[in-house]
């Protein structure tokens, strides 16, 4: 083999290692998406665990505030159900798994509405990509997302809207966690509806430095 042939077969030899050494992160970052179900794939799995009255009767979606991740992990799908004292029936998931089924105790916050369902035909945007749309807003630039809390429901004009809680570090103390507020997205289009986001309180609740 000449000393060309030779450098040919070293150089390809480079670049499938190369390739072979990226998959694994990949791969890992395509189980990391998948492992977190999404709030509508949660309302899908929850037809399973209530009453024929009830299925895809979603009248709100919510998460507890998420931990070490921005994407929550607990929630909760609360259906319309006619059989139960307050027309409501509650299916808590965890990391994808359900954990408790019941029928609350007291109405729904506020809305006009409460019990009807939400019109399927405008549930488009998911929670996962109404998280990716939060994360593309400018004023965010240069905040590292830590975690969430997500409520799909009616606004004041009876559409559906994903309202979610934000909190945040900066640069100078990325361990210091702080609320930067909340904003709403149409669960339609994924319109930004109100925006109250703050992330300057990232930069004023760094610790000061020390003297």
């Known amino acids: 083999m000449t000393r060309k ?10 670049a ?3 390739v072979f050494k990226a998959l694994p992160a990949e791969q890992a970052k395509s189980t990391r998406d998948t492992s977190s179900p999404s709030a509508f794939q949660l309302a899908r799995e929850g037809n399973r665990y209530i009453g024929e009255q009830a299925k895809d009767k979603v009248v709100q979606i919510r998460s507890e505030r998420s931990k070490g991740t921005v994407t929550p992990s607990i929630w909760y799908v609360v ?6 004292a307050l027309k409501a029936t509650e299916v808590k998931f965890g990391n994808g798994r359900m954990l408790d089924v019941k029928r609350p105790l007291r109405l729904l916050s506020a809305t006009s509405n409460k019990s009807a369902p939400l019109p399927k035909e405008k549930l488009k945007v998911d929670s996962d990509e109404a998280l990716k749309i939060v994360m593309r807003q400018p004023a965010l630039e240069g905040v590292t997302l830590k975690s969430s809390e997500m409520r799909l429901e009616r606004d004041r004009n009876e559409e ?10 900066g640069p100078k103390a990325p361990e ?3 609320s930067i ?8 289009d994924g319109k930004i509806i109100e925006n109250d986001l703050k ?3 990232v930069a004023s609740s760094d610790p000061a430095p020390k003297s």
């Open 79 to 84: 259906y319309f159900d006619d059989t139960a």
């Open 176 to 178: 210091y966690e702080t």
């Open 199 to 201: 992330p300057e309180k």
């Open 181 to 188: 507020g909340d904003i709403t997205i149409g669960a339609a």
């Open 160 to 169: 559906p809207v994903w309202r979610i809680s934000l909190w945040g570090s």
């Open 16 to 18: 499938l290692s190369l």
């Open 5 to 14: 042939h030779l450098f040919l077969a070293g150089y390809a030899t480079l």
